[in-house]
Protein backbone atom coordinates (compact mmCIF):
# COMPACT_ATOMS: atom_id res chain seq x y z
CA UNK A 1 0.00 0.00 0.00
CA UNK A 2 2.71 2.17 0.79
CA UNK A 3 4.24 2.07 -2.49
CA UNK A 4 0.68 2.54 -4.41
CA UNK A 5 0.60 5.72 -2.23
CA UNK A 6 4.23 6.96 -3.31
CA UNK A 7 3.74 6.07 -7.06
CA UNK A 8 0.44 8.52 -6.65
CA UNK A 9 2.14 11.44 -4.78
CA UNK A 10 5.06 11.31 -6.67
CA UNK A 11 5.37 12.98 -10.01
CA UNK A 12 6.95 11.50 -13.07
CA UNK A 13 10.01 13.87 -12.54
CA UNK A 14 10.51 12.16 -9.12
CA UNK A 15 11.90 13.76 -6.13
CA UNK A 16 13.05 17.55 -6.60
CA UNK A 17 16.79 18.12 -6.92
CA UNK A 18 17.28 18.65 -3.47
CA UNK A 19 16.00 15.47 -2.66
CA UNK A 20 12.65 16.82 -0.98
CA UNK A 21 9.26 15.63 -1.50
CA UNK A 22 7.33 17.65 -4.52
CA UNK A 23 4.41 19.55 -3.59
CA UNK A 24 1.62 16.93 -3.61
CA UNK A 25 -1.07 18.93 -5.67
CA UNK A 26 1.80 19.58 -8.58
CA UNK A 27 1.69 15.62 -9.12
CA UNK A 28 -2.15 15.48 -9.37
CA UNK A 29 -2.20 17.50 -12.27
CA UNK A 30 0.24 15.87 -14.64
CA UNK A 31 -0.60 12.01 -13.43
CA UNK A 32 -1.69 10.20 -16.06
CA UNK A 33 -1.26 6.48 -15.41
CA UNK A 34 -1.29 3.76 -12.96
CA UNK A 35 1.60 2.72 -10.51
CA UNK A 36 3.07 -1.10 -11.41
CA UNK A 37 4.59 -3.13 -8.58
CA UNK A 38 8.06 -1.75 -9.45
CA UNK A 39 7.22 2.09 -9.12
CA UNK A 40 7.07 2.68 -13.25
CA UNK A 41 3.85 3.93 -14.72
CA UNK A 42 1.56 2.32 -17.21
CA UNK A 43 -1.06 3.56 -19.91
CA UNK A 44 -4.89 3.43 -18.25
CA UNK A 45 -7.01 1.20 -20.76
CA UNK A 46 -10.35 3.14 -19.37
CA UNK A 47 -12.42 4.15 -22.65
CA UNK A 48 -12.29 7.58 -23.84
CA UNK A 49 -15.20 7.70 -25.65
CA UNK A 50 -18.51 9.01 -24.00
CA UNK A 51 -20.50 6.52 -26.03
CA UNK A 52 -18.59 3.82 -24.60
CA UNK A 53 -18.81 4.59 -20.95
CA UNK A 54 -22.16 5.42 -21.35
CA UNK A 55 -22.77 2.34 -23.12
CA UNK A 56 -20.78 0.49 -20.10
CA UNK A 57 -22.41 2.33 -17.37
CA UNK A 58 -25.98 1.14 -19.28
CA UNK A 59 -25.22 -2.23 -19.58
CA UNK A 60 -24.39 -2.02 -15.55
CA UNK A 61 -27.35 -0.63 -14.54
CA UNK A 62 -29.58 -2.75 -16.48
CA UNK A 63 -27.37 -6.43 -15.43
CA UNK A 64 -28.33 -5.15 -11.27
CA UNK A 65 -32.06 -4.22 -12.75
CA UNK A 66 -32.51 -7.53 -14.68
CA UNK A 67 -30.87 -9.36 -11.63
CA UNK A 68 -33.07 -8.16 -8.82
CA UNK A 69 -36.42 -8.02 -11.36
CA UNK A 70 -35.70 -11.41 -11.90
CA UNK A 71 -34.54 -12.59 -8.23
CA UNK A 72 -37.61 -10.77 -6.74
CA UNK A 73 -39.89 -12.52 -9.26
CA UNK A 74 -38.92 -16.17 -7.87
CA UNK A 75 -38.18 -15.19 -4.49
CA UNK A 76 -41.52 -13.48 -3.73
CA UNK A 77 -44.07 -14.19 -6.77
CA UNK A 78 -44.64 -10.70 -7.64
CA UNK A 79 -45.42 -10.41 -11.53
CA UNK A 80 -41.97 -8.99 -13.60
CA UNK A 81 -43.55 -5.38 -13.50
CA UNK A 82 -43.97 -5.38 -10.37
CA UNK A 83 -40.48 -6.77 -9.62
CA UNK A 84 -38.96 -4.45 -11.99
CA UNK A 85 -40.46 -1.14 -10.39
CA UNK A 86 -39.57 -2.32 -7.01
CA UNK A 87 -36.03 -3.07 -7.91
CA UNK A 88 -36.14 0.32 -9.52
CA UNK A 89 -37.02 2.35 -6.46
CA UNK A 90 -34.15 0.29 -4.38
CA UNK A 91 -31.88 1.14 -7.15
CA UNK A 92 -32.35 4.66 -6.86
CA UNK A 93 -32.21 5.34 -3.42
CA UNK A 94 -35.98 5.83 -3.24
CA UNK A 95 -37.08 3.19 -0.86
CA UNK A 96 -39.69 0.22 -1.57
CA UNK A 97 -42.71 1.71 -2.60
CA UNK A 98 -45.29 1.38 0.35
CA UNK A 99 -47.33 -1.17 -1.84
CA UNK A 100 -44.36 -3.82 -2.05
CA UNK A 101 -42.85 -4.97 0.86
CA UNK A 102 -41.18 -8.24 0.36
CA UNK A 103 -42.60 -10.37 3.02
CA UNK A 104 -40.26 -13.69 3.54
CA UNK A 105 -36.98 -13.69 5.03
CA UNK A 106 -35.04 -14.80 1.65
CA UNK A 107 -36.86 -11.68 0.16
CA UNK A 108 -35.93 -9.23 2.95
CA UNK A 109 -32.37 -10.01 3.08
CA UNK A 110 -32.29 -10.33 -0.95
CA UNK A 111 -34.01 -6.57 -0.77
CA UNK A 112 -31.21 -5.46 1.90
CA UNK A 113 -28.23 -7.12 -0.09
CA UNK A 114 -30.13 -5.72 -3.77
CA UNK A 115 -30.06 -2.33 -1.70
CA UNK A 116 -26.38 -2.08 -1.37
CA UNK A 117 -25.36 -3.05 -4.11
CA UNK A 118 -27.53 -1.15 -6.58
CA UNK A 119 -27.34 1.78 -5.44
CA UNK A 120 -23.36 1.58 -4.99
CA UNK A 121 -23.17 0.11 -9.05
CA UNK A 122 -25.17 3.66 -9.61
CA UNK A 123 -23.48 5.71 -7.84
CA UNK A 124 -20.49 4.31 -9.58
CA UNK A 125 -21.73 3.62 -13.00
CA UNK A 126 -22.66 7.83 -12.93
CA UNK A 127 -18.96 8.42 -11.95
CA UNK A 128 -17.28 6.84 -14.55
CA UNK A 129 -19.71 8.11 -16.93
CA UNK A 130 -19.31 11.59 -16.13
CA UNK A 131 -15.04 10.45 -14.64
CA UNK A 132 -13.56 12.68 -17.42
CA UNK A 133 -15.55 15.68 -17.22
CA UNK A 134 -15.16 15.79 -12.84
CA UNK A 135 -11.26 14.95 -13.80
CA UNK A 136 -10.55 18.15 -15.96
CA UNK A 137 -13.24 19.85 -13.06
CA UNK A 138 -10.61 18.75 -10.52
CA UNK A 139 -7.26 19.20 -13.06
CA UNK A 140 -8.34 22.58 -13.91
CA UNK A 141 -8.55 23.45 -9.81
CA UNK A 142 -5.50 22.06 -9.15
CA UNK A 143 -3.42 24.33 -11.90
CA UNK A 144 -5.45 27.18 -10.65
CA UNK A 145 -3.55 26.59 -7.18
CA UNK A 146 -0.76 26.05 -9.07
CA UNK A 147 -0.10 28.91 -10.73
CA UNK A 148 -1.48 31.03 -7.26
CA UNK A 149 1.74 29.08 -5.75
CA UNK A 150 3.72 30.51 -8.75
CA UNK A 151 2.54 33.97 -8.04
CA UNK A 152 3.38 33.97 -4.43
CA UNK A 153 6.68 32.52 -5.09
CA UNK A 154 7.72 35.44 -7.15
CA UNK A 155 6.18 37.55 -4.98
CA UNK A 156 8.47 36.12 -2.37
CA UNK A 157 11.14 36.17 -4.23
CA UNK A 158 10.97 39.78 -5.43
CA UNK A 159 11.00 41.29 -1.87
Not at 33 to 49: F, L, N
Not at 94 to 99: A, S
Request: aromatic share 10%; net charge positive; hydrophobic share 45%.
Amino acid sequence: MALLSWCWAVPRGGLKSDGTAPNLLKGLSGDRGTCMADGRRKARTIPRSIAARGAYSLLLIAAVVALGTVAMHAIEGWSYLDSFYFTSMIATGQGPPGNLDPQSPLGKVFTAVLAFVSVGTVITALLFFFGPFLGRVFRSGVERIEEAERQLERKADDR
